[in-house]
């Protein structure tokens, strides 16, 4: 019977994965959790829930916003807050990766850059992000975070 030499994780099927290139030929293959969340939030933010059980980490999210409105305040697990007063219309995200944030069209086209202090990092376990928006009713969002699991190497193969 041939032994099974795919990574422990990969084989109780999770759904995403995340291939990061080591070296000219050395590879690590990790997990990738993802959350979603849709909600409706106003002045008062609404704290979304992510559980990271591995280090710290690059903080990683899309929110898509379900209603125009006139600005955002997000506070991120990490205590780093954005803020801006721009229009945001119906179908367009806020995207966040690490060390970079921008608002995008509804095909996550960047149409604006955001000002980050220092790069989002997403801590240790169970943290909250926190959405609201300025100076309208309710809206609706959808945020989508990504969260990756400790890396394994995958085995080289000669050719």
């Given amino acids: 019977m041939k032994r099974d030499s795919s990574p422990r994780w ?10 990061e290139q080591t070296g000219k030929k050395s590879f690590v293959l990790h997990p990738v959790a993802e959350v ?3 909600a409706s939030a106003g002045a008062d933010e609404v704290g979304v829930a992510i559980a990271n059980h591995d ?4 903080l990683r ?3 898509r916003v379900g209603d125009a409105v006139n600005g955002c305040v997000l506070t991120l697990p990490d205590g780093l807050r954005i803020s801006f007063n721009q ?3 119906k179908g367009q995200f806020i995207l966040c990766r690490g060390n970079e944030a921008c608002v995008a069209d509804a095909n996550r086209k960047p149409t604006a850059k955001l000002a980050l202090s220092r790069a989002a990092v997403l801590p240790q376990g169970e943290s909250k992000l926190g959405v609201g928006f300025l100076g309208t009713a309710p809206a609706h969002f959808t945020l989508t975070a990504w969260v990756l699991g400790a890396g394994e190497a995958l085995p080289s193969r000669r050719r």
């Fill in 10 to 19: 990969f084989r109780s099927n999770p759904v995403k994965f995340h291939l």
């Fill in 55 to 58: 280090d710290a980490q690059p």
């Fill in 36 to 38: 979603r969340f849709a």
């Fill in 87 to 89: 229009k945001l219309e």
């Fill in 61 to 63: 999210f899309a929110l």
